[in-house]
């Protein structure tokens, strides 16, 4: 079991709170739909995949934006972030960061899933390559 807190400004976490469950939902369908007949454990491994395809994705896309905001634009995204972590900090003084269990996957459900995840649309222009709406 997992639990995600999220913390910063109310805007901000309201459209991770979307995205989150949006993603979910669509993910589960998709995997579900995708691992038919081939088991619980393909499944997972599809998801694990995907997540991983998606992390990337926006990896670079938050890279790309960073290498081309101005520097005020930059100050102010540093500023939001240092608070959401001071709250962090206030809220739960006592966390800790915990080592993920290995997660054994099937190679061929995971590069299926992390291939269906670079290619999911998240809004924005993705150029130089082919991407799908999520649903599809």
Do not use: C
């Not at 579900?32 to 670079?60: D, F, M, N, P």
């Not at 240092?82 to 080592?99: C, G």
């Amino acid at each position: 079991m997992y639990r995600l807190h999220i913390v910063g400004r109310p805007s901000d976490t309201a459209i991770v709170r979307y995205l989150y469950a949006w993603l979910s939902l669509d993910l589960a369908r998709i995997a579900t739909r995708e691992a038919r007949g081939r088991g619980a454990s393909w499944k997972r491994s599809w998801l694990v995949g995907a997540v991983t395809g998606i992390r990337e994705q926006l990896t670079k896309a938050a890279a790309a934006e960073r290498a081309t905001a101005g520097t005020a634009a930059l100050v102010r995204l540093d500023r939001r972030g240092a608070e959401a972590m001071e709250a962090l900090q206030l809220l739960y003084p006592d966390r800790r960061s915990r080592k993920a269990r290995p997660t054994y996957v099937q190679r061929e459900a995971y590069a299926n899933g992390h291939e269906h995840g670079k290619s999911v649309h998240l809004g924005g222009q993705i150029e130089g390559r082919a991407v799908r709406r999520l649903g599809t």
